[in-house]
């Protein structure tokens, strides 16, 4: 193969245990908890939406270090949203949600930085909210750990603290769309992929951080992510 211009390096993520998990999409569900539609003025169970991450949005953190990202271009309101995120280690288009565990290569904590207003002037607009969710640097991610390791995760506590003060705090129970749900309905619309992340949504409590907050994130039985904003 003979490349005209440098051909991009693969975006990975570090694996418990040792090897890096490399990334192929980043498939996200919008409002997929209460308290989180709520607070965005919205209620029910409405059917899942989604939308997509360039995979080198990714900013893989190993556990016990701290990272950085750059506060974004264009935003005077950068949210938090702590989330549960799904890789897939075997692909596949309409697969049942009673059959979807065994789609799931293990899971991470990641967040899903939004430029709010952004995101919000589009939305008023009727407009993609790609230049609100879609950004450099958009989506650091923990060490991944094989669901082997971990078993099925069906609950247990979901947490984001900035600088030590906790702001978000849910349960994997919480989901209004299970994550088994959320690939079959995923893999309605899209072949998925071995190398896919989903992340899964986020619980109530998002807001600002400025330069200089240090956010860290925790979801029980996947360790912690640990991210300053420079
Ligand atoms: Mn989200």
Redesign the pocket.
Known sequence: MSYVIPPAAPVTVPVAGGGEFPVHRIY???RNYADHAVEMGFTGREPPFFFMKPADAIVALPEGTTGTIAYPTLTANLHH?I?LVVAIGKGGRHIAAANATGHIWGYAVGL?M?RRDLQNEMKKQGRPWCIGKAFEQSAPIGTLVPLAQTGELLQGAITLAVNGQVRQHGDLRDLIWSVNETIEQLSAAWTLQPGDLI?T??PAGVGAVARGDVMEGAIAGLGTLKVAVA
């Open positions: 996200c569900v919008g949203e989330e899903d939004t992340f949504g986020t």
